[in-house]
DNA sequence: TTTTTTCTGGTGTCATCGCTCCATAAATCC
DNA sequence: GGATTTATGGAGCGATGACACCAGAAAAAA
Protein backbone atom coordinates (compact mmCIF):
# COMPACT_ATOMS: atom_id res chain seq x y z
CA UNK A 1 0.00 0.00 0.00
CA UNK A 2 1.35 3.45 -1.16
CA UNK A 3 0.83 6.23 1.56
CA UNK A 4 -1.95 7.50 -0.24
CA UNK A 5 -0.49 9.81 -2.26
CA UNK A 6 -0.25 12.48 -0.14
CA UNK A 7 -3.18 14.04 0.54
CA UNK A 8 -2.53 17.74 1.27
CA UNK A 9 -0.60 17.03 4.41
CA UNK A 10 2.60 16.87 1.95
CA UNK A 11 5.19 15.61 4.08
CA UNK A 12 6.26 12.75 1.14
CA UNK A 13 10.27 12.31 0.84
CA UNK A 14 10.61 12.44 -3.12
CA UNK A 15 10.01 14.91 -5.72
CA UNK A 16 6.16 16.02 -5.12
CA UNK A 17 3.80 16.37 -8.18
CA UNK A 18 3.65 19.18 -10.61
CA UNK A 19 -0.10 18.76 -10.88
CA UNK A 20 -3.10 19.41 -8.99
CA UNK A 21 -4.17 15.87 -8.33
CA UNK A 22 -7.78 16.85 -7.47
CA UNK A 23 -8.08 19.09 -10.57
CA UNK A 24 -6.68 16.94 -13.01
CA UNK A 25 -9.42 14.51 -11.40
CA UNK A 26 -12.06 17.11 -12.08
CA UNK A 27 -11.17 17.55 -16.00
CA UNK A 28 -11.55 13.53 -16.25
CA UNK A 29 -14.74 13.48 -14.61
CA UNK A 30 -16.03 16.02 -16.90
CA UNK A 31 -14.36 14.05 -19.39
CA UNK A 32 -16.17 10.90 -18.59
CA UNK A 33 -19.25 12.76 -17.78
CA UNK A 34 -19.19 14.25 -21.94
CA UNK A 35 -17.84 10.99 -23.54
CA UNK A 36 -18.57 7.81 -21.37
CA UNK A 37 -16.11 5.70 -20.72
CA UNK A 38 -15.58 4.20 -24.10
CA UNK A 39 -15.65 7.17 -25.59
CA UNK A 40 -12.88 8.77 -23.35
CA UNK A 41 -9.68 7.58 -24.65
CA UNK A 42 -5.88 7.11 -22.86
CA UNK A 43 -4.76 10.18 -24.91
CA UNK A 44 -7.58 12.35 -24.46
CA UNK A 45 -7.43 11.66 -21.13
CA UNK A 46 -3.95 12.99 -20.17
CA UNK A 47 -3.95 15.98 -22.71
CA UNK A 48 -6.72 17.15 -20.85
CA UNK A 49 -5.49 16.34 -17.32
CA UNK A 50 -2.20 18.08 -19.02
CA UNK A 51 0.12 15.05 -17.83
CA UNK A 52 1.86 12.74 -19.58
CA UNK A 53 1.33 8.81 -19.54
CA UNK A 54 3.67 8.04 -16.76
CA UNK A 55 2.62 10.40 -14.20
CA UNK A 56 -0.91 9.70 -14.56
CA UNK A 57 -0.36 5.71 -14.57
CA UNK A 58 1.59 6.71 -11.50
CA UNK A 59 -0.57 8.55 -9.88
CA UNK A 60 -4.42 7.14 -11.10
CA UNK A 61 -3.61 3.16 -11.69
CA UNK A 62 -5.42 2.93 -14.56
CA UNK A 63 -8.12 3.75 -16.53
CA UNK A 64 -10.61 2.03 -15.01
CA UNK A 65 -8.99 2.95 -11.38
CA UNK A 66 -9.69 7.41 -12.46
CA UNK A 67 -13.14 6.58 -13.35
CA UNK A 68 -14.04 4.71 -10.48
CA UNK A 69 -12.89 8.19 -8.63
CA UNK A 70 -14.40 9.96 -11.01
CA UNK A 71 -17.98 8.63 -9.83
CA UNK A 72 -16.93 9.18 -6.57
CA UNK A 73 -16.19 12.94 -7.49
CA UNK A 74 -19.25 13.09 -8.81
CA UNK A 75 -21.50 11.42 -6.82
CA UNK A 76 -19.83 13.39 -3.64
CA UNK A 77 -19.76 17.01 -5.82
CA UNK A 78 -21.62 17.45 -9.16
CA UNK A 79 -24.51 14.65 -8.06
CA UNK A 80 -24.53 16.21 -4.58
CA UNK A 81 -27.48 18.16 -4.72
CA UNK A 82 -29.98 15.24 -4.93
CA UNK A 83 -28.74 14.06 -1.72
CA UNK A 84 -28.51 17.52 0.02
CA UNK A 85 -32.22 17.61 -0.92
CA UNK A 86 -33.82 14.65 0.35
CA UNK A 87 -32.35 15.30 3.62
CA UNK A 88 -34.02 18.74 3.34
CA UNK A 89 -36.34 19.58 6.47
CA UNK A 90 -39.27 19.87 4.39
CA UNK A 91 -43.26 18.85 3.42
CA UNK A 92 -42.16 15.38 1.30
CA UNK A 93 -43.84 16.95 -1.70
CA UNK A 94 -41.63 19.81 -1.44
CA UNK A 95 -39.21 18.06 -1.66
CA UNK A 96 -39.48 15.96 -4.66
CA UNK A 97 -40.71 19.15 -5.97
CA UNK A 98 -37.15 20.52 -5.30
CA UNK A 99 -35.73 17.62 -6.46
CA UNK A 100 -36.92 17.86 -10.09
CA UNK A 101 -36.82 21.44 -10.41
CA UNK A 102 -33.35 21.36 -8.91
CA UNK A 103 -32.67 18.52 -11.68
CA UNK A 104 -33.66 20.78 -14.54
CA UNK A 105 -31.42 23.66 -13.51
CA UNK A 106 -28.39 21.24 -12.60
CA UNK A 107 -28.88 19.27 -16.24
CA UNK A 108 -28.75 22.52 -17.92
CA UNK A 109 -25.82 23.99 -16.02
CA UNK A 110 -23.29 26.09 -18.39
CA UNK A 111 -20.31 25.02 -16.54
CA UNK A 112 -21.05 21.51 -16.74
CA UNK A 113 -21.98 18.71 -19.16
CA UNK A 114 -25.37 18.42 -19.60
CA UNK A 115 -27.40 15.67 -17.99
CA UNK A 116 -26.15 13.34 -15.18
CA UNK A 117 -23.08 11.34 -15.10
CA UNK A 118 -24.72 8.26 -14.14
CA UNK A 119 -27.76 8.21 -15.21
CA UNK A 120 -27.70 6.93 -18.20
CA UNK A 121 -24.06 5.57 -18.38
CA UNK A 122 -22.76 2.20 -19.66
CA UNK A 123 -26.65 0.81 -19.97
CA UNK A 124 -25.63 -0.56 -23.02
CA UNK A 125 -21.70 -2.22 -23.48
CA UNK A 126 -19.91 -4.96 -24.09
CA UNK A 127 -19.46 -7.85 -21.88
CA UNK A 128 -15.79 -6.76 -21.03
CA UNK A 129 -17.52 -4.24 -19.04
CA UNK A 130 -19.87 -5.83 -16.85
CA UNK A 131 -18.03 -4.70 -13.98
CA UNK A 132 -19.09 -1.14 -14.71
CA UNK A 133 -22.24 -1.95 -15.92
CA UNK A 134 -22.95 -2.76 -12.63
CA UNK A 135 -21.75 -0.14 -10.60
CA UNK A 136 -22.97 2.33 -12.45
CA UNK A 137 -26.70 0.31 -12.09
CA UNK A 138 -26.05 -0.14 -8.21
CA UNK A 139 -25.59 4.16 -8.05
CA UNK A 140 -28.60 4.60 -9.52
CA UNK A 141 -30.52 2.25 -7.57
CA UNK A 142 -28.82 4.05 -4.05
CA UNK A 143 -30.39 7.24 -5.31
CA UNK A 144 -33.86 5.50 -6.06
CA UNK A 145 -33.31 3.61 -2.40
CA UNK A 146 -32.86 7.64 -1.07
CA UNK A 147 -35.85 8.34 -2.49
CA UNK A 148 -37.74 5.67 -1.27
CA UNK A 149 -37.04 5.84 2.36
CA UNK A 150 -37.63 9.49 2.21
CA UNK A 151 -41.14 8.89 0.65
CA UNK A 152 -41.54 6.34 3.43
CA UNK A 153 -40.57 9.02 5.51
CA UNK A 154 -43.03 11.07 4.02
CA UNK A 155 -45.80 8.06 4.67
CA UNK A 156 -44.98 8.10 8.77
CA UNK A 157 -45.19 11.70 8.89
CA UNK A 158 -48.53 11.89 7.25
CA UNK A 159 -47.49 13.75 3.86
CA UNK A 160 -48.58 10.78 2.02
CA UNK A 161 -51.61 8.25 2.44
CA UNK A 162 -50.65 5.09 4.01
CA UNK A 163 -50.82 2.79 1.52
CA UNK A 164 -49.18 4.57 -0.93
CA UNK A 165 -46.70 2.18 -3.09
CA UNK A 166 -43.22 3.69 -1.88
CA UNK A 167 -41.38 1.94 -4.44
CA UNK A 168 -43.43 2.48 -7.71
CA UNK A 169 -43.48 6.44 -7.06
CA UNK A 170 -39.78 6.13 -6.22
CA UNK A 171 -39.31 4.38 -9.57
CA UNK A 172 -41.45 7.07 -11.30
CA UNK A 173 -39.50 9.49 -9.98
CA UNK A 174 -36.68 8.28 -10.63
CA UNK A 175 -37.57 7.05 -14.28
CA UNK A 176 -38.55 10.75 -15.24
CA UNK A 177 -34.97 12.13 -13.63
CA UNK A 178 -33.19 9.66 -16.24
CA UNK A 179 -35.30 10.71 -18.57
CA UNK A 180 -34.75 14.48 -18.18
CA UNK A 181 -31.15 13.77 -18.36
CA UNK A 182 -31.20 12.06 -21.58
CA UNK A 183 -33.32 15.12 -22.75
CA UNK A 184 -30.79 17.31 -21.26
CA UNK A 185 -28.23 15.57 -23.07
CA UNK A 186 -30.13 16.04 -26.49
CA UNK A 187 -29.90 20.04 -25.73
CA UNK A 188 -33.50 20.25 -24.49
CA UNK A 189 -33.60 23.66 -22.78
CA UNK A 190 -34.07 24.67 -18.98
CA UNK A 191 -37.18 25.87 -19.51
CA UNK A 192 -38.33 22.24 -20.93
CA UNK A 193 -36.75 20.28 -18.16
CA UNK A 194 -39.19 22.54 -15.51
CA UNK A 195 -41.61 21.55 -17.60
CA UNK A 196 -41.65 18.74 -17.71
CA UNK A 197 -40.47 18.80 -13.60
CA UNK A 198 -43.82 20.43 -13.48
CA UNK A 199 -45.57 17.86 -15.05
CA UNK A 200 -44.13 15.23 -13.21
CA UNK A 201 -45.63 16.50 -9.88
CA UNK A 202 -49.03 16.52 -11.16
CA UNK A 203 -48.70 12.94 -10.56
CA UNK A 204 -48.22 13.45 -6.61
CA UNK A 205 -50.62 10.87 -5.01
CA UNK A 206 -53.65 12.13 -3.53
CA UNK A 207 -55.90 15.93 -4.25
CA UNK A 208 -53.66 18.57 -5.08
CA UNK A 209 -55.04 21.34 -6.92
CA UNK A 210 -54.33 20.69 -10.21
CA UNK A 211 -53.82 22.88 -13.22
CA UNK A 212 -52.26 22.84 -16.40
CA UNK B 1 -24.40 1.37 -57.83
CA UNK B 2 -25.04 -1.99 -56.90
CA UNK B 3 -28.78 -3.23 -58.09
CA UNK B 4 -29.43 -3.68 -54.43
CA UNK B 5 -28.16 -6.55 -53.37
CA UNK B 6 -30.78 -8.92 -54.82
CA UNK B 7 -34.39 -8.15 -52.11
CA UNK B 8 -35.73 -11.73 -52.63
CA UNK B 9 -36.07 -11.61 -56.35
CA UNK B 10 -33.17 -13.89 -57.19
CA UNK B 11 -32.06 -12.96 -60.20
CA UNK B 12 -28.56 -11.81 -59.73
CA UNK B 13 -26.08 -13.75 -61.90
CA UNK B 14 -23.17 -15.00 -59.87
CA UNK B 15 -23.24 -17.19 -56.92
CA UNK B 16 -25.61 -16.82 -54.36
CA UNK B 17 -25.49 -15.87 -51.03
CA UNK B 18 -25.33 -18.61 -48.40
CA UNK B 19 -27.02 -16.56 -45.59
CA UNK B 20 -30.12 -14.73 -44.87
CA UNK B 21 -29.72 -11.23 -44.88
CA UNK B 22 -32.56 -10.31 -43.30
CA UNK B 23 -31.92 -12.84 -40.42
CA UNK B 24 -28.29 -11.56 -40.19
CA UNK B 25 -29.32 -8.07 -40.05
CA UNK B 26 -31.55 -9.24 -37.30
CA UNK B 27 -28.93 -10.87 -35.66
CA UNK B 28 -26.61 -7.54 -35.50
CA UNK B 29 -29.88 -5.44 -34.69
CA UNK B 30 -30.15 -7.92 -31.57
CA UNK B 31 -26.15 -7.05 -30.80
CA UNK B 32 -26.21 -3.84 -31.54
CA UNK B 33 -29.45 -3.42 -29.13
CA UNK B 34 -27.70 -5.19 -26.02
CA UNK B 35 -24.21 -3.98 -25.90
CA UNK B 36 -24.75 -0.18 -28.21
CA UNK B 37 -22.02 1.01 -31.07
CA UNK B 38 -19.30 0.85 -29.82
CA UNK B 39 -19.73 -1.91 -26.99
CA UNK B 40 -20.43 -4.16 -30.19
CA UNK B 41 -16.99 -5.32 -32.13
CA UNK B 42 -16.77 -6.78 -35.97
CA UNK B 43 -15.63 -10.05 -34.47
CA UNK B 44 -18.71 -10.14 -32.33
CA UNK B 45 -20.68 -9.42 -35.54
CA UNK B 46 -19.57 -11.91 -37.83
CA UNK B 47 -19.70 -14.41 -35.06
CA UNK B 48 -23.43 -13.74 -34.05
CA UNK B 49 -24.19 -13.11 -37.59
CA UNK B 50 -22.09 -16.32 -38.92
CA UNK B 51 -20.32 -14.86 -41.45
CA UNK B 52 -16.91 -14.12 -42.77
CA UNK B 53 -15.56 -10.98 -42.76
CA UNK B 54 -15.42 -10.31 -46.40
CA UNK B 55 -18.78 -11.58 -46.67
CA UNK B 56 -19.86 -8.74 -44.22
CA UNK B 57 -18.08 -6.40 -45.83
CA UNK B 58 -19.70 -7.41 -49.01
CA UNK B 59 -22.92 -7.54 -47.72
CA UNK B 60 -23.53 -4.40 -45.27
CA UNK B 61 -20.73 -1.78 -46.09
CA UNK B 62 -19.31 -1.38 -43.11
CA UNK B 63 -19.79 -1.56 -39.20
CA UNK B 64 -21.85 2.33 -39.37
CA UNK B 65 -23.90 0.85 -42.43
CA UNK B 66 -24.93 -1.78 -40.57
CA UNK B 67 -25.97 0.17 -37.65
CA UNK B 68 -27.68 2.35 -39.89
CA UNK B 69 -29.81 -0.49 -40.85
CA UNK B 70 -30.21 -2.26 -37.44
CA UNK B 71 -31.61 1.18 -36.69
CA UNK B 72 -34.30 1.36 -39.21
CA UNK B 73 -35.00 -2.17 -38.79
CA UNK B 74 -35.97 -1.73 -35.14
CA UNK B 75 -37.72 1.31 -35.91
CA UNK B 76 -39.91 -0.73 -38.45
CA UNK B 77 -40.27 -3.96 -36.62
CA UNK B 78 -39.28 -3.86 -33.06
CA UNK B 79 -40.05 -0.30 -32.04
CA UNK B 80 -42.93 -0.18 -34.33
CA UNK B 81 -45.12 -0.65 -31.53
CA UNK B 82 -45.17 3.10 -30.68
CA UNK B 83 -45.92 4.67 -33.70
CA UNK B 84 -48.99 2.15 -34.57
CA UNK B 85 -50.71 2.95 -31.19
CA UNK B 86 -50.46 6.93 -31.76
CA UNK B 87 -52.33 5.89 -34.72
CA UNK B 88 -54.89 4.22 -33.17
CA UNK B 89 -58.24 5.62 -32.98
CA UNK B 90 -59.03 5.78 -29.71
CA UNK B 91 -59.35 8.86 -26.93
CA UNK B 92 -56.28 10.50 -26.05
CA UNK B 93 -56.03 9.42 -23.18
CA UNK B 94 -56.31 5.89 -23.94
CA UNK B 95 -53.95 5.87 -26.40
CA UNK B 96 -50.98 7.54 -23.70
CA UNK B 97 -52.58 4.92 -21.43
CA UNK B 98 -51.92 2.55 -24.02
CA UNK B 99 -48.46 3.92 -25.24
CA UNK B 100 -46.90 3.60 -21.77
CA UNK B 101 -48.35 0.48 -20.97
CA UNK B 102 -47.19 -0.97 -24.22
CA UNK B 103 -43.73 0.21 -23.63
CA UNK B 104 -43.57 -1.88 -19.87
CA UNK B 105 -44.23 -5.09 -21.93
CA UNK B 106 -42.51 -4.16 -25.03
CA UNK B 107 -39.27 -3.01 -22.61
CA UNK B 108 -39.33 -6.05 -20.88
CA UNK B 109 -39.80 -8.74 -23.79
CA UNK B 110 -37.94 -12.44 -22.83
CA UNK B 111 -37.02 -13.15 -26.60
CA UNK B 112 -35.36 -9.71 -27.29
CA UNK B 113 -33.10 -7.11 -25.61
CA UNK B 114 -34.51 -5.03 -22.11
CA UNK B 115 -35.41 -1.84 -22.76
CA UNK B 116 -35.22 0.55 -25.92
CA UNK B 117 -32.65 0.32 -28.63
CA UNK B 118 -33.09 4.11 -29.45
CA UNK B 119 -33.85 5.42 -26.60
CA UNK B 120 -30.83 6.03 -24.24
CA UNK B 121 -27.90 5.22 -27.00
CA UNK B 122 -24.96 7.38 -28.18
CA UNK B 123 -25.83 10.06 -25.35
CA UNK B 124 -22.32 9.66 -23.98
CA UNK B 125 -20.20 9.92 -27.25
CA UNK B 126 -16.76 10.65 -28.91
CA UNK B 127 -16.48 13.37 -31.06
CA UNK B 128 -15.58 10.52 -33.84
CA UNK B 129 -19.42 9.73 -33.29
CA UNK B 130 -21.09 12.83 -33.22
CA UNK B 131 -22.91 11.92 -36.35
CA UNK B 132 -24.27 8.38 -34.63
CA UNK B 133 -25.27 10.80 -31.89
CA UNK B 134 -26.92 12.95 -34.06
CA UNK B 135 -28.97 10.38 -35.94
CA UNK B 136 -29.83 8.80 -32.56
CA UNK B 137 -30.76 11.98 -30.92
CA UNK B 138 -33.07 12.66 -34.48
CA UNK B 139 -34.69 9.74 -33.70
CA UNK B 140 -36.08 10.63 -30.53
CA UNK B 141 -37.28 13.63 -31.29
CA UNK B 142 -39.24 12.32 -33.98
CA UNK B 143 -40.68 9.76 -31.30
CA UNK B 144 -41.70 12.98 -29.05
CA UNK B 145 -42.94 14.84 -32.45
CA UNK B 146 -44.97 12.14 -32.89
CA UNK B 147 -46.81 12.20 -29.80
CA UNK B 148 -46.96 15.63 -29.85
CA UNK B 149 -49.03 15.54 -32.91
CA UNK B 150 -51.16 13.13 -31.58
CA UNK B 151 -51.48 15.35 -28.37
CA UNK B 152 -52.42 17.79 -30.77
CA UNK B 153 -55.08 16.12 -32.55
CA UNK B 154 -56.51 15.50 -28.71
CA UNK B 155 -56.97 19.02 -28.59
CA UNK B 156 -58.79 19.84 -31.22
CA UNK B 157 -60.88 16.50 -30.97
CA UNK B 158 -61.61 18.51 -27.85
CA UNK B 159 -60.04 15.63 -25.67
CA UNK B 160 -57.76 18.13 -23.99
CA UNK B 161 -58.12 21.52 -22.83
CA UNK B 162 -57.35 24.23 -25.11
CA UNK B 163 -54.71 26.26 -23.69
CA UNK B 164 -52.94 22.55 -22.68
CA UNK B 165 -48.80 22.72 -23.71
CA UNK B 166 -48.72 19.92 -25.70
CA UNK B 167 -44.69 20.11 -26.18
CA UNK B 168 -44.25 19.76 -22.69
CA UNK B 169 -46.64 17.14 -22.32
CA UNK B 170 -44.76 15.28 -25.23
CA UNK B 171 -41.38 15.59 -23.96
CA UNK B 172 -42.72 14.48 -20.28
CA UNK B 173 -44.03 11.27 -21.88
CA UNK B 174 -40.65 11.25 -23.83
CA UNK B 175 -39.25 11.35 -20.29
CA UNK B 176 -40.63 8.78 -18.98
CA UNK B 177 -40.31 6.28 -21.88
CA UNK B 178 -36.32 6.77 -21.61
CA UNK B 179 -36.32 6.55 -17.84
CA UNK B 180 -38.09 3.28 -18.22
CA UNK B 181 -36.09 1.92 -20.74
CA UNK B 182 -32.67 2.40 -18.48
CA UNK B 183 -35.18 0.97 -15.90
CA UNK B 184 -35.62 -1.57 -17.71
CA UNK B 185 -31.73 -2.45 -18.69
CA UNK B 186 -31.52 -2.00 -14.89
CA UNK B 187 -33.30 -5.34 -14.45
CA UNK B 188 -36.75 -3.99 -13.66
CA UNK B 189 -39.71 -6.34 -13.66
CA UNK B 190 -42.67 -5.28 -15.77
CA UNK B 191 -44.93 -5.20 -13.23
CA UNK B 192 -42.77 -2.31 -11.63
CA UNK B 193 -42.55 -0.64 -15.31
CA UNK B 194 -46.56 -1.28 -15.36
CA UNK B 195 -46.56 0.88 -12.08
CA UNK B 196 -44.49 3.70 -13.57
CA UNK B 197 -46.39 4.07 -16.05
CA UNK B 198 -49.76 4.09 -13.88
CA UNK B 199 -48.15 6.76 -11.88
CA UNK B 200 -47.17 8.42 -15.62
CA UNK B 201 -51.06 8.66 -16.08
CA UNK B 202 -52.05 10.28 -12.82
CA UNK B 203 -50.30 13.31 -14.44
CA UNK B 204 -52.67 13.62 -17.49
CA UNK B 205 -54.41 16.90 -17.42
CA UNK B 206 -57.05 18.26 -16.37
CA UNK B 207 -59.33 16.32 -13.29
CA UNK B 208 -59.63 12.54 -13.28
CA UNK B 209 -60.63 10.54 -10.62
CA UNK B 210 -56.98 9.95 -8.82
CA UNK B 211 -56.20 6.82 -6.65
CA UNK B 212 -52.85 6.11 -5.39
C1' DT C 1 26.63 17.82 -0.39
C1' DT C 2 25.26 13.32 -0.55
C1' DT C 3 21.73 10.14 -0.38
C1' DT C 4 17.25 8.78 -1.01
C1' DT C 5 12.84 8.98 -2.79
C1' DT C 6 9.71 10.16 -6.00
C1' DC C 7 8.05 12.33 -10.32
C1' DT C 8 8.53 12.97 -15.47
C1' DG C 9 9.02 12.61 -20.60
C1' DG C 10 9.81 9.59 -24.25
C1' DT C 11 9.71 5.32 -26.28
C1' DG C 12 8.17 0.64 -26.82
C1' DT C 13 4.83 -3.28 -26.50
C1' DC C 14 0.99 -6.08 -27.11
C1' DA C 15 -3.71 -6.63 -28.15
C1' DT C 16 -7.70 -5.25 -30.63
C1' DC C 17 -10.37 -2.84 -34.06
C1' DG C 18 -12.31 -2.13 -38.36
C1' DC C 19 -11.20 -3.14 -42.78
C1' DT C 20 -9.04 -4.98 -47.28
C1' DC C 21 -7.05 -8.08 -50.72
C1' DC C 22 -6.64 -12.27 -53.18
C1' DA C 23 -7.21 -16.77 -54.75
C1' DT C 24 -10.97 -19.84 -55.16
C1' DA C 25 -15.76 -21.71 -55.24
C1' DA C 26 -20.35 -21.58 -56.98
C1' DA C 27 -23.92 -19.93 -59.37
C1' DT C 28 -26.22 -17.91 -64.11
C1' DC C 29 -26.18 -16.84 -69.13
C1' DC C 30 -24.82 -17.88 -73.71
C1' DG D 1 -19.40 -26.60 -71.72
C1' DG D 2 -17.24 -22.02 -71.41
C1' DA D 3 -17.53 -17.35 -69.98
C1' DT D 4 -19.06 -14.28 -66.70
C1' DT D 5 -20.38 -12.72 -62.35
C1' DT D 6 -20.64 -12.80 -57.66
C1' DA D 7 -19.73 -14.81 -52.89
C1' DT D 8 -16.51 -16.94 -49.69
C1' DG D 9 -12.54 -18.13 -46.59
C1' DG D 10 -8.33 -16.78 -44.92
C1' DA D 11 -4.50 -14.02 -44.25
C1' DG D 12 -2.98 -9.67 -43.27
C1' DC D 13 -2.79 -4.38 -42.80
C1' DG D 14 -2.53 0.25 -40.65
C1' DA D 15 -4.31 2.66 -36.83
C1' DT D 16 -5.44 3.10 -32.22
C1' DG D 17 -6.02 1.76 -27.38
C1' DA D 18 -4.21 1.00 -22.87
C1' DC D 19 -0.35 0.26 -20.62
C1' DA D 20 4.87 -0.55 -19.22
C1' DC D 21 9.66 0.57 -18.89
C1' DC D 22 13.64 3.30 -18.26
C1' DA D 23 16.92 6.87 -17.81
C1' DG D 24 17.06 11.23 -15.93
C1' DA D 25 15.42 15.26 -13.13
C1' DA D 26 14.05 17.31 -8.89
C1' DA D 27 13.12 17.79 -4.25
C1' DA D 28 13.27 16.25 0.80
C1' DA D 29 16.20 14.08 4.40
C1' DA D 30 20.74 13.30 6.39
Redesign the pocket.
Same mark, same amino acid.
Not at 4 to 27: I, N, V, W, Y
Not at 53 to 73: M, Q, R, V
Given at each position: MTPE +?MHGGR $?? $????? *??DRTQALCAAMRLFWDRGYDG? *???DLIATMG??? *??F???FG *? +??ALYHEAIDTYMSVAGAWLFAILNEDADTRTVFQDLTTAAASEFTRDDLPAGCMISVAATQCSPAQTRLRDLLASHRTRSEDAMADRLRKGVEAGDLPAGTDIGALAAFYGSLLRGMAVQARDGASRERLLEIARIGMQAWPAGQARSV
Amino acid at each position: MTPE +KMHGGR $RG $RGRPQ *SFDRTQALCAAMRLFWDRGYDGT *SFDDLIATMGISA *SSFYNAFG *S +KEALYHEAIDTYMSVAGAWLFAILNEDADTRTVFQDLTTAAASEFTRDDLPAGCMISVAATQCSPAQTRLRDLLASHRTRSEDAMADRLRKGVEAGDLPAGTDIGALAAFYGSLLRGMAVQARDGASRERLLEIARIGMQAWPAGQARSV
